[in-house]
């Protein structure tokens, strides 16, 4: 049961350069959120989704696109790498009804540098 | 908004409890905390409802009081495998989840 697996766990890219972090889950779960976390500072929520094709935007989008063509894949796009975006990224998913009532499994991240 | 944690960090000794809170500005329907190991992924602990339930898991329960929009988080003799960063989240009626800054907690020997 492998949960949610994030691709890839390190990445250096250069300032202007573009990628996506994969995330994938076999949890059949209907959500799932992508966050940012910097020393400090906590989670931060980037996007999520209630579903195949629906995305919303969280508290800090900028910088960043989503898809969901499916229930398993969430990968996140970074367009224009900046070296605010340094960071380490989770991705989670959870089978929820949208009110917070059911736990988060979180991936084991991107450690994203930014030069 | 962003709920406040505190203490800001924990120094225990095993064997010895320690309290940790949360609190919101605004009115929530549920908390969640989570523990997150260096260079690890948060993990569940567990989610505390509106209605004042509290809860158990081993030696670690948590209350969450709705009229204060407060939770706190108790660990009871703790070990060395507590250490780490705990995080709590909270979510409105119809809100998304919003993590606190996280608190570090150090067991020694």
């Known amino acids: 049961n492998a949960g949610v697996t994030q691709t890839p766990k390190f990445r250096i890219l250069k300032i202007g350069q573009s990628m996506t972090l994969q995330c994938t889950q076999d949890?059949?779960?209907?959500?799932m959120y992508w966050y940012r976390q910097d020393p400090g500072m906590g989670l931060k929520l980037i996007y999520y989704s209630v579903g195949a094709g629906i995305t919303d935007k969280g508290e800090v989008p900028n910088g960043y696109n989503v898809s969901r063509s499916t229930t398993e894949d969430f990968p996140l796009r970074l367009e224009l790498a900046a070296p605010s975006q340094t960071s380490v990224y989770f991705c989670?998913?959870?089978?929820?009804?949208?009110?917070?009532?059911?736990?988060?499994?979180f991936g084991d991240g991107t450690r994203l540098s930014i030069l | 908004q962003q709920p406040v944690q505190s203490p800001q960090a924990v120094i225990l000794r095993e064997g010895e409890d320690a309290v940790i809170n949360c609190s919101s500005s605004?009115?929530?329907?549920?908390v969640h905390w989570y523990r997150q190991k260096h260079g690890e992924a948060p993990v569940f602990l567990m989610i505390l409802l509106k209605g004042g339930e509290q809860k158990g898991h081993e030696k670690i329960s948590a209350s969450f009081n709705e009229k204060k929009q407060q939770s706190s988080l108790y660990l009871t003799a703790s070990q060395l495998s507590y250490s780490g960063t705990y995080f709590c989240g909270t979510s409105g009626a119809n809100s998304k989840l919003t993590f606190g800054k996280g608190i570090t907690l150090s067991v020694r020997p």
């Open positions: 949890m059949n779960h209907n959500y």
């Open positions: 989670a998913s959870s089978y929820s009804m949208g009110q917070g009532d059911q736990p988060q499994h």
């Open positions: 605004k009115a929530l329907y549920s």
